[in-house]
């Protein structure tokens, strides 16, 4: 049996949750409460966040193995780009700025006030650079790195409609209008809008 343990708005979850269902893998989910955490999920991991995967007593607690998980069991569009060896460097790349740096960018501009440091509009613009860049690597094209998604496109995204839904009318404002248009397309997505139901 292959269960996620997940919490609906949780960036790396969410992640985790489309890469599941690209790839057609059958599973359980457990919504968590991050105040109430099961049991069984800190059983598995005593790292107490989600997600994590539980699939033939085998425990991924990490959203991208759990995303490389699911595309190693099936990966129909091609998300890994197996033949184009420099644009899956390029992925690994833009995953890890993402995770290790703008990550902390969109953390202390959502939660500036735990920041005190400097106004909220100074971490806005420290973010506001990785967003220059993806806007720019959009010129020509629908997504990131190819004519299709690949697995940079949805590692990034829901950490790119976190920082645009901060404030809405500044990011809609902003020049990055094929960003813009990356986002919404993944926004009315059927594999975004299908793992958001309730």
């Not at 700025?97 to 971490?123: C, G």
């Amino acid at each position: 049996m292959t269960t996620l343990y997940s919490f609906r708005r949780c960036p790396y979850a969410m992640r985790a949750r489309m890469a599941l269902r690209y790839c057609g893998v059958a599973v359980d989910i457990v919504e968590v409460s991050l105040k109430a955490k099961p049991a069984e999920m800190l059983a598995l991991s005593s790292k107490g966040t989600v997600p994590v995967l539980s699939v033939d007593g085998r425990v991924i607690d990490e959203s991208l193995d759990i995303m490389r998980w699911a595309l190693a069991q099936n990966d129909p569009q091609d998300w890994l780009l197996k033949d184009d060896s420099f644009g899956a460097l390029w992925m690994n790349k833009l995953i890890e700025a993402n995770d290790q740096t703008f990550k902390v960018h969109l953390n202390r501009y959502k939660y500036a006030e735990r920041y005190p440091e400097h106004p909220m509009e100074f971490y806005r613009g420290e973010g506001e650079a990785f967003l220059r860049k993806l806007d720019e690597m959009l010129e020509g094209r629908d997504y990131l790195l190819a004519d299709h998604p690949s697995l940079a496109d949805v590692a990034l995204m829901p950490f790119v409609r976190q920082f645009a839904h901060v404030d809405r009318e500044w990011f809609a404002q902003t020049p990055y209008v094929r960003l813009q248009a990356w986002l919404q397309r993944f926004l009315e997505s059927e594999l975004f809008t299908s793992i958001m139901k309730k």
